[in-house]
Every structure is written in structure tokens, then in C-alpha cells.
């Protein structure tokens, strides 16, 4: 288990970390996320030991790692929001270099970087100098580099900016199975929609202080306890919105032309109920959306802002 405590970091007299107290369990996927300059890269250089905080500290299963880091960097693997590679040196030796870093050489060395090269799909590309990738295959070489020497736990700092869909979906779908797989996982970004994918556990972040944690559904709790469905019928019926009413007590349904709102508390499933109704006065319902409340909109709620401008 790694662990922030009280955790804070003044740049000259600017604090952009704040008292921040943080907790990654082994096998648990967490993520941070927060808007431009909330302090999440600071907080994780800081949860690696490659800087060191002004006041609180880090520990790597109850040992402060500002004492003695190496236990922890044996088993951790950091993925930095900077790519970091030697753009004239091909996909392989960019591994290589990084492996002897991590103490790695000779037959154990190659076997990892065979290894790695296929976790990261660039298994046929090793060969080519990486000044000729695109953004997705740097992006996924960087994420390599911090794999080689088989870390337990993985720290990736917005792995996905500014690459193609295609890139993004493979790399969020290869972590995915990395978490699977039961490594912990501490995920930054500030795409809602990755964390919800990948994370059991999500800490807010906004101007140098956590301002919410918890699951992906508490979080949500905090919205909202209402959950929306949006109809499309084929024909308007005052009987069809007199039964659903009638029917879903909690309910509140509100019809605009071919469009019907059902407002109801998020823990009911009235999906069933709604077609069974529908079924007995011959509506014909063509689309049906379940709207519940998304992390951005938690974000939206504590902050009074968007997560991204
Ligand atoms: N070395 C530094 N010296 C001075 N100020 C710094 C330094 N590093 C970061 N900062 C400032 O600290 C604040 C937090 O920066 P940080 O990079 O941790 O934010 P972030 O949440 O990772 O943002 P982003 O989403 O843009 O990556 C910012 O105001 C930034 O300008
Ligand atoms: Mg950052």
C-alpha cells in the first residue's frame, strides 16, 4: 500500500499541493483527476519519490520512502505526461535503456524488452527509429519503458493526451488489462470518461486540494439520487403517460411532442415496466436513454467549473 500523508508542496511561496492525504491499496485501480494546474503530476512526482515534499510524507507500506526510496522503486512503475525518449534510437534501444536503469542486462534484459515490445503492440516496429512514430506509438513505448522491470504498481500521468482514438482506445484497453491482471494502478487524466473506465476509486483534485473521494457511484451520489430516462415514441398517448404514472409512483413524466421525460430515484429499474406499458397502449417506443449523473458532472457540482475549458 502506498500513502500520502498530509502531503504538501511549495513552489517558492506558491503551495500547489495542499495537506493531501491519499491512499493506493495493493490490486486497486485508482484515479485523480482535476483540471489544469490542480497539482496532480506535482502529487504524483512527490508519491514517486522524484521530488520531495515541503511538509507531510509518503509511505510505501508504512515506511517513509523519503528515508529510503528503493523499496518502493523496485516495484513501482512511473509513466510521465512528458514523453521521454531518445527520438534517434530505435523502439528497442529506447528499451534497453531504460531497462539498465532499472538494473536490468544481458538474456534477462532481452526476454523483458520481448515481453514489453508485446504488451505494447510495437513488437514489429522495434527495429525502426522512434523519430518516426506517430504520437500513439511513442505514447505506448513510454508506457513500456516503465514496465520492464515488472512493477506491482503503475503510476500513469494522463497517458493519452494528444494521440489518435485509435492509439487511446488501445492503450486505455491494454491497461485495462493490466488492472485485471491485478496491478494497483494510480490513473491521473483529466478525460472523466477513462478514470470511470479504468478506476474503482476516484480522488478529485482542484487548486492543490482533494475536494472529493470515493467510488465512481458515492461520487455520483453527491449529484444526484435521480436518475433520467428519455423516450422516443412513435405516437403521442395520454392513456400511455396516465398508466406510466400510475404505475411508477416515484415517477415524474413529462411529454414534449414524441419525447418523454421520466424522472425517478436512480435505484429503480423501470426499464420493463416502461415497455409492458408501453406494449398494452400500442406505443411503439423507438429510442430509450438512461441518463445518470457522470463523474464530470460531480466535478460540475463541487467546482461550479468543467473539468476541461
Ligand atoms: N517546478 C515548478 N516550479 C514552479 N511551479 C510549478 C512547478 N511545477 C508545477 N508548478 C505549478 O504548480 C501548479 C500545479 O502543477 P501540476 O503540473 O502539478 O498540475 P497538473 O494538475 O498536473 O496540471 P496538468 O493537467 O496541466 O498536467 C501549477 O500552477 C504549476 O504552474
Ligand atoms: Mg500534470
Given at each position: ?110 526476454t523483458r524488452i520481448t515481453e514489453v515490445l508485446m504488451k505494447i503492440g510495437l513488437s514489429d516496429r522495434q527495429r525502426d527509429i522512434v523519430k518516426t512514430f506517430s504520437g500513439g506509438m511513442k505514447r505506448r513505448l513510454n508506457i513500456g519503458a516503465a514496465l520492464l522491470h515488472r512493477p506491482s504498481i503503475l503510476i500513469m500521468d494522463e497517458p493519452t493526451v494528444g494521440i489518435d482514438p485509435q492509439s487511446r482506445a488501445y492503450i486505455l484497453e491494454t491497461v485495462k488489462q493490466f488492472v485485471e491482471e491485478g496491478m494497483s494502478l494510480l490513473y491521473t487524466s483529466h478525460y472523466m470518461e477513462e478514470v470511470e473506465l479504468l478506476c ?110
Open positions: 500500500m502506498l500513502q500520502a500523508i498530509n502531503l504538501s508542496k511549495k513552489f517558492k511561496t506558491k503551495e500547489v499541493v495542499k495537506q493531501v492525504n491519499m491512499e493506493m491499496p495493493a490490486g486497486e485501480s485508482i484515479g485523480l483527476i482535476g483540471p489544469n494546474g490542480a497539482g496532480k503530476s506535482t502529487t504524483i512526482s512527490m508519491l514517486s519519490s522524484l521530488i520531495i515534499p515541503t511538509s507531510g510524507e509518503v509511505l510505501w507500506d508504512g515506511k517513509s520512502i523519503t528515508k529510503d526510496p528503493d523499496p518502493l522503486r523496485k516495484k513501482l512503475g512511473v509513466v510521465p505526461q512528458e514523453i521521454a525518449l531518445y527520438p534517434e534510437l530505435s523502439a528497442r534501444e529506447n528499451l534497453a535503456f531504460f531497462g539498465r536503469i532499472y538494473g536490468l542486462k544481458g538474456e534477462l534484459l532481452e474503482d476509486k476516484v480522488y478529485i483534485m482542484d487548486q492543490g486540494e482533494i475536494i472529493a473521494y470515493g467510488t465512481k457511484e458515492e461520487l455520483k451520489e453527491l449529484v444526484s439520487s435521480n436518475q433520467t430516462i428519455e423516450l422516443r415514441v412513435n405516437l403521442v398517448n395520454a392513456n400511455f403517460e396516465k398508466a406510466l404514472t400510475n404505475q411508477l409512483p416515484t415517477a415524474i413524466v413529462r411529454t414534449e411532442e414524441e419525447l418523454l421525460t421520466i424522472s425517478m430515484p436512480k435505484n429503480e429499474e423501470p426499464l420493463a415496466t416502461i415497455f409492458a406499458i408501453a406494449a398494452e397502449n400500442n406505443v411503439v417506443i423507438t429510442a430509450a436513454i438512461v441518463k445518470v449523473p457522470s463523474l464530470e458532472d460531480v466535478f460540475l457540482h463541487l467546482t461550479g467549473k468543467a473539468l476541461r475549458d
